[in-house]
């Protein structure tokens, strides 16, 4: 399996921004994906994920703001991010893993299998 995240870029704060990311296989539709991300100096985090069937999770300082969904269709995931600052500035990763996560493992990157190239996203103030 491979993973392409792209949507990255320059936004100012306030300003909204769509990551997407397309993975290759024919089993997308089962595999839970993840989104995370690594700001610089800082341990990669945890920002949402979804299990085939539609369950979400999200970190809890992002739940309002992003929305994660899916188009077992087209193999691709997406963040919506809403409301973006400045401290959203990072590098943002897709993942999949091979099982249906319950919502708590989700959030461990441990968990995936696959991880994309990642994208930058900046957000100036």
């Known amino acids: 399996v491979q993973l392409q995240a792209s949507g990255g870029g320059l936004v100012q704060a306030g300003g909204s921004q769509r990551l997407s990311c397309a993975a290759s296989g024919r089993t997308f539709s089962t595999y839970t994906v993840g989104w995370f991300r690594q700001a610089p100096g800082k341990e990669r985090e945890f920002v949402a994920g979804?299990?085939?069937?539609?369950?979400?999770s999200y970190a809890d300082p992002l739940k309002g703001r992003f929305t994660i969904s899916r188009d077992n269709a087209k193999n691709t995931a997406y963040l919506q991010m809403n409301s973006l600052k400045p401290e959203d500035t990072a590098v943002y990763y897709c993942?999949?893993?091979?099982?249906?996560?319950?919502?708590?493992?989700?959030?461990?990157?441990?968990?995936?299998?696959?991880w994309g190239q990642g994208t930058q996203v900046t957000v100036s103030s």
């Open positions: 979804i299990r085939s069937g539609g369950i979400t």
């Open positions: 993942a999949l893993s091979r099982g249906a996560l319950i919502t708590s493992a989700m959030r461990g990157a441990r968990t995936y299998d696959y």
